[in-house]
Structure formats: structure tokens, C-alpha cells
T-cell receptor
């Protein structure tokens, strides 16, 4: 069974500061993928970043980077230079293996950017 | 690329009626689609996995006779909430996997808000 833990229900960050959203996971699979999604108040789930378990380098996508520490089973999302539009719910998720397998989601972190 | 649409985005219905929600992959083919349910301020819970040309696989605790899923083609899956009741009011969201893509990820539709009166 897979489990995702997000221990920060809410965070408040000053605009233009960097923010780290925590995510730890538990799985017995050797091959898996880790994802971060953003959900604004409109409800849509926006894909942000992906990290494969065998990727040697941390994933980066623009202002988003994933701090992947495999031994610690953590996959924290780092947002640099936060913007007001970053205010949203953020979900960490994982999927076993590659291909069309189901996603397991964490409980989410509500990020609020303060002007 | 990798756009998933859902229709309708909002639906209000009377208790006892059935509601059909469509999920379409617009620019890719998806042999597998997923249906999730999300209550306010909660995470997404997988309801079922929809497979093109075969029966859906339901998660434990999800009534397959109440939530009918049909995956008629490689670009369309439908979720029908039969005899809807107020407790079925929720946000329903589908996703489709872009298998073999560079990110091997799932892309989500915009969701459907269902309110049963």
C-alpha cells in the first residue's frame, strides 16, 4: 500500500519569498513516480512537476523544484519567488511503476501568499 | 497538449434523478481514465478506474450500481450517478493518463460540481 503524508495543513508566506511544502511517502515499490498538483479555488488540478524514483537529478519546472531525498522518502516542493497567484491548495501524489496506474494523494497544504 | 475536458461543469438536480458526467481527452487517446471525488476541504479520493472496452474497476466502498462508468472510446468516459441523493453532492473530477509520455503523468479535467437538492 502507498501512503502520502503532508503535515502542513496551511502556510502563509510573504510575496517574493521562497516556500517549501513538505511531502513524505511510504511504499514498498521499487519503481514509482511522485507528483505535485496545484488546485486553485476554481477546482481544477494543475500538474506542476514530476519526479521518477530512478531519476538522479531533482526535477525542476520554472519556479518549481522538487527536493527528492529517496533515503528519507521525502519529495518536498520548493516554489521560488512566490507570487500572489500561487495561493492555492497543493497536493503531493504518488503512483507505483510507470504507465496508467492510479494516483494516491496526500491531504494537501493550503498556501496563502501575503502581499 | 494533454487537455482533458469535463461536461457539465455544474449540475443541480432533484433527489432521485440520474446525472451523467462526461470526461474527454481532447488531443490524445486514453485507454485508462480515472474518476475521483472530492468533498470540501478534503483530498481527492479515487472512485474507479475506467478502462476502454472493459468493465471499470471500483475502489473499496464505492457502489458500482450507483456510480455507473462507461468507457466507450479511447477519448470518452462517462460517470452516471444514478438516483442521486443529497449525500452525493460533491466535486467529481476525472483524469486521463498520457502513458509513455515524457512525464508519464495524469492530466485532470476541470471537474464537475454536483448539487443534489
Amino acid at each position: 500500500a502507498q501512503k502520502i503524508t503532508q503535515t502542513q495543513p496551511g502556510m502563509f508566506v510573504q510575496e517574493k519569498e521562497a516556500v517549501t511544502l513538505d511531502c513524505t511517502y511510504d511504499t514498498s515499490d521499487q519503481s514509482y513516480g511522485l507528483f505535485w498538483y496545484k488546485q486553485p479555488s476554481s477546482g481544477e488540478m494543475i500538474f506542476l512537476i514530476y519526479q521518477g524514483s530512478y531519476d538522479e537529478q531533482n526535477a525542476t519546472e520554472g519556479r518549481y523544484s522538487l527536493n527528492f531525498q529517496k533515503a528519507r522518502k521525502s519529495a518536498n516542493l520548493v516554489i521560488s519567488a512566490s507570487q500572489l497567484g500561487d495561493s492555492a491548495m497543493y497536493f503531493c501524489a504518488m503512483r507505483a511503476n510507470f504507465g496508467n496506474e492510479k494516483l494516491t494523494f496526500g491531504t494537501g497544504t493550503r498556501l496563502t501568499i501575503i502581499p | 497538449g494533454a487537455v482533458v475536458s469535463q461536461h457539465p461543469s455544474w449540475v443541480i438536480c432533484k433527489s432521485g434523478t440520474s446525472v451523467k458526467i462526461e470526461c474527454r481527452s481532447l488531443d490524445f487517446q486514453a485507454t485508462t481514465m480515472f474518476w475521483y471525488r472530492q468533498f470540501p476541504k478534503q483530498s481527492l479520493m479515487l472512485m474507479a478506474t475506467s478502462n476502454e472496452g472493459s468493465k471499470a474497476t471500483y475502489e473499496q466502498g464505492v457502489e458500482k450500481d450507483k456510480f455507473l462508468i462507461n468507457h466507450a472510446s479511447l477519448t470518452l468516459s462517462t460517470l452516471t450517478v444514478t438516483s442521486a441523493h443529497p449525500e452525493d453532492s460533491s466535486f467529481y473530477i476525472c483524469s486521463a493518463g498520457l502513458a509513455g509520455g515524457p512525464r508519464e503523468t495524469q492530466y485532470f479535467g476541470p471537474g464537475t460540481r454536483l448539487l443534489v437538492l
